[in-house]
């Protein structure tokens, strides 16, 4: 086999899986087989990782929840410099110990990444990502949300023009009595799990003696306080984008699901007839009275995660019905006011990295306004305060590193799982997007 063959082998191999190379180069008058191509693949060297300023580290599932490696990008050359196999201190510290000029390490929250930063570049300022900032706050807000539940549904019920719930049939009450014997199944669960915690029982074998996952007893230990009932969100549908046209034409006195079907099919509906006949019950529930869209987006009052992630989001990315929908839980509760102040003034110190001074004005809010969730997430950010001060201060965020774990993602399906790690590892780093930019890179200017 000749060197120009060897390398066009190589050339075609790095960029998509073994078989669909060898069906290509086939197409182009070189027949060969997927494992040829494989094996000439790992016979490549790796590339060069030159030098480092700004590092961007995170994580990637070889298979969630089991196995989990690191990727580290480059974020001034938007290009990953390297990928490695597991996900440890040890792994990551060795590498950055061998990276002196790194500058910027941008990294989540988890402790595993700050340790490895602190120790293996401790010349390096740390950044902590924005989005995972924003997350964690969303999670804090999901767990003042928990305690308001009446809040919610009453907020819900005003918009949805009913003064009261609709009433209760048979299969809807054995629905709610079976709900309500899960949650007390939980919440004796809960009660077993921290006794034995108490006792001096280790988590593992809090696990066997239960019956539960090891990560069952690790999130029920993280809150004290037994587990509210869980409440019932409403799902998307389909038909969402037409329902403002369909109340229209029902208060118009246009009844027959036929006649509306062929109305919203020619506006690019693309749903069964079913579907509408379903959904146009709830209408009919209503009789003579005029219906809304709030009259079915909010015929079950939002969950705390989604009011949550409501109110995080940018004013200008929610719909009309959330708008009204937090408006109206604003006017009806003054602490319910005060944690949407604080979110919106969150979001906005996030986006705009309004930095330190502003996030110590934020926090001073926060411990004033008594909200106990809040307050503890703002409590834990003091052992990465540093970290975090820069996340609210400097451009560099993860969100490169994100993408380029969704393209680790794609190359590893594409390989339908038999890709190993070091087959992997050449196609991520001698992909030539990533030679390109590598390429690019090193005909700039270096830095002084």
């Not at 050339?11 to 094996?39: F, H, Q």
């Not at 006792?199 to 007893?217: L, N, P």
């Not at 509906?269 to 019950?281: K, V």
Request: aromatic share 6%.
């Amino acid at each position: 086999m000749t060197d120009r063959l060897v390398e066009a082998l190589q050339s075609v191999g790095v960029t998509t899986s073994g078989a669909d190379a060898a069906r290509i180069l086939s197409s182009l008058g070189m027949p060969t087989t997927a494992k040829t191509i494989i094996r000439h693949v790992l016979h490549l060297p790796l590339p060069d990782e030159g030098s480092v300023h700004e590092v961007g580290l995170d994580e990637w599932a070889w298979k969630k929840g089991h196995h989990y490696g690191t990727i580290l990008v480059n974020l001034a050359e938007r290009r990953v410099v390297q990928l490695l196999a597991d996900r440890s201190v040890e792994t990551s510290k060795a590498w950055l110990s061998t990276h002196p000029e790194i500058q910027i390490v941008s990294r989540d929250r988890g402790k595993l990444f700050r340790e490895a930063a602190t120790d293996g570049a401790p010349q390096a300022q740390q950044v902590v990502d924005r989005f995972h900032l924003q997350k964690n706050f969303a999670e804090a807000l999901e767990k003042f949300f928990r305690h308001k539940t009446r809040v919610l549904k009453a907020g819900a019920r005003s918009l949805a023009g009913k003064a009261r719930p609709a009433t209760r049939t048979a299969a809807v009450q054995k629905g709610e009595q079976e709900r309500r014997a899960r949650h007390r199944q939980r919440v004796a669960i809960h009660k077993r799990v921290w006794k034995l915690y108490r006792e001096g029982y280790h988590k593992e074998q809090i696990a066997q003696r239960i019956g539960i996952s090891s990560q069952s007893v690790y999130r029920i230990l993280k809150q004290e306080t037994a587990p509210p009932p869980r409440q019932r969100s409403r799902s998307h549908s389909i038909l969402d984008p037409y329902l403002s046209y369909l109340s229209e034409r029902w208060n118009q006195g246009c009844h027959k699901a036929r006649q509306v079907y062929e109305e919203i099919v020619a506006q690019g509906y693309t749903g069964s007839r079913r579907t509408l006949e379903m959904r146009l019950r709830t209408f009919r529930t209503h009789g003579a009275h005029p219906v809304s869209k709030q009259t079915v987006t909010l015929e079950k009052p939002p969950s705390a995660r989604s009011t949550a992630l409501m109110i995080v989001r940018p004013v200008q990315n929610r719909t009309p019905e959330q708008t009204a929908f937090l408006e109206h839980l604003t006017q009806s509760d003054s602490i319910v006011a005060k944690a949407f102040t604080l979110a919106q003034d969150f979001g906005r110190l996030l986006r705009k990295r309004e930095g330190l001074l502003r996030l110590e004005q934020w926090k001073t809010a926060v411990r004033a306004s008594g909200i106990a969730e809040l307050i503890a997430f703002v409590d834990g950010l003091a052992d990465d305060a540093e970290a975090v001060a820069n996340g609210c201060s400097m451009t560099w965020s993860n969100g490169m590193v994100e993408g380029f774990v969704n393209k680790v993602k794609a190359i590893k399906r594409s390989s339908y799982g038999q890709a190993g790690f070091p087959l992997l590892q050449r196609r991520v780093l001698l992909h030539p997007a990533s030679r390109k930019k590598e390429t690019a890179s090193i005909s700039e200017p270096k830095r002084v």
